[in-house]
């Protein structure tokens, strides 16, 4: 292929502007299409990661069951940590019960998580004070009014700098004073953020600020994942027992275990990637029909050009490679430009936080490949059919 060649398709193309660029907007759709679902598919493993980064292989939660047939609320407590801790291969249990509440200081005031805790909690979570201290069994003890603060809580409410341990803030109408400080981690506590949560004693929750409305959850720590089945049944039939169910009555309470919640969590994510990697793909093969019928047209409207060149000594191969190089061209450039749009809009979409994306280059990679094969599948056929013109019906053509 020499340099005549191809300067000769990029002309052709250049002089229908219109009609490159409309052919070029498929290419370019699906390849920002599928940048952007590698994006999401890798945003959504990591906040799977994320969120449970503080969870170790052999951790159980226990939550409430308020699925439909419950007609009354579960009778799951915090202090049934305490009482997990006779169950078979229990090496620790820690309870902690969930809401939200308004949090002022200032002039400002902003709903976040809090989180009532045990003296235990903290640890057993993997949670790290970066500043000041924990919750201790003497703030359980007593009902203290003080808090540990995620760090979206700190840059929220001072802003200015200012230290906020020994700051009072108002958490729910109440008064409490911050203690601690925890290190940015970025995963969460159920459906709290660690980042954007106020952990506070659990008794000064259930007493002061969330008392029926909160959501217990307790995590317990098996002393080998290999005992994880049998440690299981071991707590329900303790909780069952501690909360008087009849036989025929199912259980108030759902236990998960970490290694289950985060490989359904990352199958479900592999799912959607799928997914709309398939209809990224479809996108793809319907713009490149699109070139093909564009092809068919060009080659239409060159028909007598395609015969002088033929008449002239042009080969069938040169034909084939000049319109077989401007569909490649059409689909290179579309997919240059569909990169370009993909990778930009993930650091936007990403600062608005409107949805999880990571970058990776295995997006850009498949994209890009995907259509550049689309431009030489869907080329071909036009370029070896002008190829393939007899010169005189040709230059016979209007």
Known sequence: MNLEIIKMAFESLLAKKTRTLLSMLGIIIGVATVIAVFAVGKGAQESVNSQFQNLSANSILIMPNRGRGFTSSSKLATGDAQLLLSADHISSATGAIQGNATVSYGATDKSYGVVGVDANFITISNLIVEQGRGIEVD??????TVAVVGSTVVSDLFSDGTSPIGTEITVGGKKIEIV??????GSRIGMISVDSAVIIPSTTAEKSILGSKGQVMITTTVDNVDNTAAATSSIVSLLRTEHKLKTTQEN????????SMVAAAQESAKTMTALLTAIAAITLLVSGIGIMNVMFVTVAERTKEIGIAKAIGGKQADILSQFLLESVILSMVGGLIGMGIGQGA?????????????SSWTGPLIGFSFSVLVGV????YPAFKASRL???DALRSE
């Open 139 to 144: 703030d359980v003890e007593n009902k203290t």
């Open 180 to 185: 601690g400080v925890l290190k940015k981690l």
């Open 252 to 259: 108030d309470f759902q236990i998960m275990d970490a290694g």
């Open 346 to 358: 993930i650091p936007i979409i990403s600062y608005f936080d409107w949805i999880s994306m990571a």
């Open 377 to 380: 599948f869907f080329g071909f």
């Open 390 to 392: 007899d010169p005189v």
